[in-house]
Structure formats: C-alpha cells, structure tokens
C-alpha cells in the first residue's frame, strides 16, 4: 500500500497513478498526433479560461488527490477546475480540488477504466480524445456517452459558459 506522500516523494513512481493505495503506470510517452491534439485542446479551452475567469486548468500528467485511506491520486492529460471549486491553494504538492472536466487520450486497455473512475470521483465531463481516429466522446455521469468527429464541436456551457470549439482546431489535417 502506497500514500500520496510517498508517491509525490520518491522518484520511482514519477510517472505513475495511485489508485486506492495501489500504483498503477501512466501511459507515457504520448505521440506526436497525440500531442498535437492535446496540445490544440488546452491552448482551445484555456484561452477562454484565462478570458472569462473561469478556473485553473492544467497540462499533462497533474496529480489530483482525490480520495485518503486508501489514497486516489489520478493524473489526466488535461483538466479544467472551475473556480468556485478552488479550495486549496496551489503549491508543490498534489491538487486537492476536483476537476469539472478532464481528458484521457491513451487509446489502450485501460481508458474505459480510466474515464469510470474519473466519473465516480465527481468529474462532470471525461472526455476520450482519440487523435488517430480524431473523435471525441463526451462522457459524463447519467448520461449516454456522445462520440462527437472532426466536423463537430464541443460545447460544456454549464461549466465553460459562453465556450465552443470546433473540433477541426483539435484536428488540424493531422
């Protein structure tokens, strides 16, 4: 059994997640194609973050404590936390906050995991972003997940008011 403490503390678990004590390895390194869209997703939503006063969202691979004894710490590709839900303040450690929206985009065996354990931790939107097949699907709780293409755009305007994105600028004729 593993603590946050000794994960955010000791080297050898610099890429790794802790999921009710137990270490589980991040799906790293990501590929270019990967990246791009990652990369176009922040720059996307992060703009109209910082503009309109939204919240915090961070890059790759920020841990999020989100549950003690045993501890949870998940690290997403992107996550956005609205700002009436910024409780802790920030510093060296892991989040203490609970993301409204996050991505996955490892296409492998574990993503469904991934985006199901985000869902019961509270996060309203866990978003698969598949670059190769340059799709997203809309997962959040009680809903039915919505597959949405490169023609489409996203839209959460209960939690990023005002905010749309073409999903062409996710998936620039990659």
């Known amino acids: 059994m593993v603590t946050a403490d000794e994960l955010l503390n000791n080297p050898i678990h610099r890429y790794n997640e802790l999921i009710g004590g137990e270490v589980r390895a991040l799906n790293l390194p990501m590929g270019t194609d990967r990246s791009i869209a990652l990369a176009f997703w922040l720059a996307g939503i992060g703009m109209h973050v910082m503009k309109s ?19 949870t710490v998940k690290a997403p590709d992107y996550a956005f936390v609205k700002q009436d839900c910024l409780t802790v303040p920030r510093g060296e450690g892991f989040v ?23 869902l019961t931790l509270g996060v309203k939107y866990a978003i698969d972003l598949d670059a190769v097949g340059q799709a997203v699907t809309v997962h959040r709780p009680k809903h039915d997940p919505v597959t949405l293409t490169r023609n489409d755009t996203f839209a959460a305007e209960d939690i990023l008011n005002g905010f749309s994105l073409p999903l062409t600028k996710v998936f620039p004729n990659l």
Not at 55 to 71: H, I, K, M, Q, S
Not at 96 to 118: H, K, N, T
């Open 53 to 71: 006063d939204l919240g915090v969202f961070y890059g790759a691979n920020v841990g999020f404590f989100l549950r003690a004894d045993p501890d």
């Open 96 to 118: 203490r906050d609970i993301p409204a929206l996050v991505v996955e985009s490892g296409q492998d065996e574990m993503l469904s995991i991934r985006i199901s354990e985000w």
